[in-house]
């Protein structure tokens, strides 16, 4: 079975009889040579599994892989961008059910990066020098959209959320990528992480099949900042984007006229009942 360890004639990816993490380049890359590079990372040997059942030592593994990759990657002449993330489901495309993510390494900024960097430009100029995402996080934990605070990582649903249940979770301390941060941080990870997703199998209530998401992280270039005016990589913050298409149960959230031919995204679930939601099924 693809993804899972080799055993016997039974042949995979994986040659080692089993594993703990594991990193390996796409078989069938959507970049690759001087266009970038496509990575797999298997979370766990354990077919049945998910990263939510990781123990709290594996989800640092994991965390530790994407950090190794990150740096390994950003060394590479043709990469500019490195771009960690999960797709879990059937309905977000997923084909091999066994619990992996993926890298890219992209030979550009993405455009959703740009954009981001294009109003941090913009925030700093208007404001004298403020930062943006130290001013959208100071907001946001101010505010009652907070799903999950601990020392080191805040969690809460965005003002101006895009799905139905989508969680943006950030450090406290401004760090621009994963290899900036500190190991309080790192420690304190996979704590927060587990119980957000644990509570996104738990948002459509039991009986429900696995809630399907995308977890992405944002990370600052390795380059090409020249373009944003003013704009460095320590001003970037590293932050991840946790959210499903499943609006409710046996319904999902399609990309229709509104969405797909002009990038305004209707949502019928508003963000503080979304929050809501998130905090009532918190772990007991």
């Known amino acids: ?9 039974r042949l995979s990816e994986i040659p080692d009889s ?41 989800a640092r ?17 043709s990469v500019e961008q490195v771009f960690c993330f999960e797709n879990r489901g059937a309905e977000i495309g997923v084909t091999l059910q066994h619990p992996h993510g993926q890298i890219y390494a992209y030979p550009f900024t993405t455009p959703r990066t740009a954009l981001m960097l294009r109003s941090l430009a913009a925030h700093k100029e208007a404001t004298g020098g403020q930062n943006l995402f130290d ?20 969690a809460f649903v965005p003002y101006a959320a895009h799905w139905p249940y989508e ?21 304190e990870f996979p704590q927060v992480y587990l119980e957000l997703l644990k509570r996104f199998d738990r948002i459509f209530g039991e009986g429900e099949p696995p809630t399907p998401y995308i977890a992405a992280w944002h990370q600052a270039p390795f380059g090409g900042l020249e373009e944003f005016d003013g704009v460095t990589r320590d001003d ?3 932050h991840l984007e946790l959210f499903t ?33 998130l905090r009532e099924v918190a772990s007991s």
Request: glycine share 6%; hydrophobic share 40%; charged share 25%.
């Open 1 to 9: 079975m693809p993804l899972c360890p080799t055993r016997g004639e």
């Open 135 to 154: 001013d959208v996080l100071a907001r946001e934990l101010a505010g009652g959209r907070v799903v999950l605070e601990g020392e080191h990582w805040a």
């Open 245 to 277: 298409i499943r609006r409710t149960s046996g319904k999902l959230k399609f990309l229709a006229g509104s969405e797909s031919g002009m990038n305004v995204f209707i949502n019928d679930v508003p963000p503080e009942t979304a929050a809501e939601r």
């Open 236 to 238: 970037f913050a590293l």
């Open 61 to 77: 593994l994991v965390l530790d892989a994407w950090t190794d990759r990150t740096s390994e990657l950003s060394h590479l002449p």
């Open 18 to 58: 089993s594993y703990d993490v594991v990193v390996f380049e796409n078989r069938f890359p959507s970049l690759a040579g001087d266009s970038g590079r496509c990575e797999v990372v298997c979370f766990t040997s354990d077919h049945d599994a998910s990263f939510a059942g990781l123990t709290e030592d594996q």
């Open 167 to 187: 969680v943006h979770l950030y450090p406290k301390r401004r760090v621009p990528d994963l290899l900036a941060l500190d190991e309080a941080a790192r420690t």
